[in-house]
């Protein structure tokens, strides 16, 4: 990492502490989809188990849910978007910085932003729902790691989804197809163990399922240590794919680019 | 700010039409953007329909609503939410022109400024979350064994979803008039809250977020109380609430925005 790569990163991470709605709105937007999911789950499991998870173990599942979602959704997504949208990414090419590699500093410290507002929200929703305590000191440790990875994974996800804008005139649709896709093949919006066998499959051959499934089975040792060291190295796996993903079609894309009539 | 007392309602519709016809103009010089639009937009309501029918494989209801019961509260949810996105999707840039200063001329054309700035753009994912919105509703009243007797009550329900989830969207959007910023950051809490919850059966939920989405914030009349007197779930006289929930949501999208007009100070002051 270089030093112009923390200049990025930090430049982006004051401009989104200088506002501090945005920390309240992170923790809300968020927070509704946990209130929501605490309300229908505790309706459906009552005193017993669905797809193995008790009423304690689906509230650290959401809890997860909350955390991941709530640092998954706080990037700059819309800068991103905009660069292009608006035509800066004509100005962007001209400058000896290599787009994604900015791009994605920026995107970190965007996220590093959220960091405390996901924490003390974690931390609130720990102490008023008292979810399942963690499978081992060994599955926290490892859930912390996995959690970690979604800041790539994030990233990889939004680039490519914000590369779409040199084909679109609106992003909007764009970023809503993109959560929606996250939250449910994450298993955000419904826990993987419930989907029938062929869309699990489908789940578990796309990056999303790293997004809360990952963190949320080792977390409650749904996988053993082995398994979850296998998880760990497909979420690296995946984070390496997407960035050259995004390489490969931000060179197709660019060529598009067109500067007022030019 | 210039108030024109010949702006009747045919000119304001006028203008209003006009203005949406040339963005659907637009549109079709984009193709491509269309279809990866439309196709964003359905995949949101596929996704749904998925989360639905996986949920009600492993139980056989929730809250009492039944598996067709909730796709139809899902559906109309979708419909009126894509529609905000081909009516009133403007509004989304409501933040972005008063920090821009973009108000301006909008102020001095003879037209209302709340139709100019709705109609600056079309959503296009709406096409698609509208299309396939309206598929789950009408897949969940086939399977719901709802007759054709209550096609008016559905139409009712339709079009007072679309008049009140749009007249709510533009009410959010226009907080960014003294709470400045580009992003419609309480549009977004309000759709977020919407298809976290008003997508579920509101007997979930504690009496305090039943009485905000019923009398305050009133959400609850898009989807959940016309498709709850579909399907018997609360009785018709709560059909009455549904037009004047979408008269009151109207006249508060409309005072809200001349209030938000009148602190409007243009940008660099």
Redesign the interface.
């Known amino acids: 990492m270089s030093s112009l790569d923390v200049a990025f990163a930090t430049v982006t991470f004051k401009r989104k502490i200088a ?1 501090k ?2 920390w309240i ?1 992170s923790v ?2 968020g927070g ?2 946990l ?3 605490l ?2 789950w505790s ?2 499991i009552g005193d017993g188990e ?2 193995g998870y008790d009423w304690p173990a689906m509230r650290a599942y959401l809890i997860i849910g909350f955390l991941t979602a709530t640092l998954a959704w706080s990037g700059s997504d ?1 800068e991103m978007a905009n660069r292009i949208l608006d035509g800066h990414v004509a100005i962007d090419l001209t400058k000896p910085v290599d787009f994604q590699r900015a791009r994605a500093a920026e995107y970190i410290g965007g996220m590093t932003a959220s960091v405390p507002a996901a924490v003390l929200g974690t931390a609130a929703a720990c102490l008023i729902f008292r979810p399942a305590p963690p499978a081992s000191v060994l599955a926290a440790a490892l859930t912390i790691v996995s959690v970690l990875f979604i800041f790539p994974l994030a990233f990889g996800i939004s680039y490519l989804a914000t590369l ?1 804008c040199f ?4 992003f ?3 970023q ?2 993109k959560d ?2 996250v ?2 093949f994450s298993g955000m ?2 826990p993987l163990a ?3 066998v062929w ?1 699990q499959g489908i789940s578990w051959a796309l990056p999303f399922v790293h997004f809360t499934t990952t963190p949320a089975s080792i977390y409650l040792g749904r996988v053993d240590t082995a398994g979850a060291l296998g998880l760990l190295a497909a979420q690296a796996a995946w984070s390496v794919g997407l960035w050259y993903m995004g390489r490969l079609i931000w060179g197709r894309l660019v060529k598009k680019v067109t500067i007022h009539g030019g | 700010m210039v108030r024109d007392k010949s702006l009747t309602a045919r000119h304001v519709g006028g203008v209003y039409w006009r203005a949406l016809v040339a963005q659907i103009r637009a549109i079709t010089e984009y193709p491509a953007d269309f279809w990866v639009m439309a196709s964003a937009g359905a995949m949101w309501n596929v996704l749904q329909f998925a989360f639905i029918t996986v949920l009600f494989a492993a139980v056989p209801d929730v809250a009492g609503w039944r598996y067709h019961e909730m796709l139809m509260l899902s559906g109309l949810f979708t419909v009126a939410s894509g529609s905000t996105a081909l009516l009133v999707d403007g509004v989304w840039s409501t933040g972005q022109m008063v920090l821009k200063g973009e108000i301006d001329y909008r102020m001095t054309r003879p037209a209302p400024v709340v139709v100019q700035v709705a109609t600056t753009h079309i959503g296009m994912q709406g096409f698609g979350e509208s299309g396939i919105g309206l598929l789950m509703f009408a897949y969940g009243w086939i399977g719901a064994g709802l007759s054709l007797a209550a096609l008016p009550i559905g139409l009712l329900g339709l079009v007072c979803a679309i008049v009140i989830e749009c007249a709510l969207i533009t009410v959010f959007c226009a907080v960014n008039f003294w709470i400045k910023g580009p992003m419609s950051n309480f549009a977004f809490v309000l759709v977020d809250l919407q298809s976290n919850a008003m997508v579920l059966p509101l007997g979930l939920f504690p009496i305090g977020v039943r009485i905000v989405t019923l009398f305050v914030i009133p959400v609850a009349f898009v989807n959940f109380v016309p498709v709850a007197v579909l399907t018997g779930h609360l009785s018709a006289w709560w059909l009455v609430g549904t037009p004047l929930a979408a008269l009151a949501a109207v006249l508060a999208a409309v005072g809200v925005f001349r209030l938000g007009l009148r602190s409007y100070d243009s940008a660099g002051h």
């Open positions: 506002y709605t945005t709105f809300l937007f509704w989809s209130l929501a999911g309300a229908v309706h459906i669905i797809g819309w779409t084909v679109t005139q609106r909007l649709g764009i809503w197809a929606s896709l939250a449910f919006m419904v419930l989907m029938p869309l």
